[in-house]
């Protein structure tokens, strides 16, 4: 009767075990999901700020049909979700590219191309 017991303290032992580790990684993946969706919404939401500019006149402070001359607003190239670049500023598009913070060892950026109607985002 006592190694009936000690067999199922150790496996009760083993499942519990089992489980934290399971709920641990749920729980990292889930973290990353929700860095990665407050990224690209950051992305989205910057790449509406450029579509702004291009489409205010330049007697107004706007781009005048350019993107050229848009700069990331002060405060907003860097949130709780990660860093933000604009480069590749053209006539036609601009580029955001937002990446997470380095401690958290993600191994992903997120793109965004902005037009004058579209804004895309590709998660690399």
Not at 2 to 21: E, R
Not at 88 to 103: E, V
């Amino acid at each position: 009767m006592g190694q009936q017991q000690l067999l199922l303290i150790v496996l009760g032992v083993i499942v519990v075990g089992i489980a934290v580790v399971v709920g641990i990684n749920l729980f990292n993946a889930s973290a990353e999901e929700a860095n990665k969706d407050g990224i690209v919404s950051d992305c989205t939401n910057l790449g509406a700020m450029a579509q702004q500019y291009y489409k205010k006149p330049g007697s107004m402070g706007g781009g005048g049909n350019s993107f050229v001359g848009w700069v990331i607003p002060t405060g907003l190239d860097s949130t709780a979700n990660g860093t933000y670049v604009a480069s590749g500023l053209s006539l036609t598009n601009a580029t955001i590219t937002g990446t997470p913070f380095s401690g958290t060892s993600y191994g992903w950026t997120v793109t965004t191309t902005v037009s004058g109607s579209t804004i895309s985002t590709v998660i690399n």
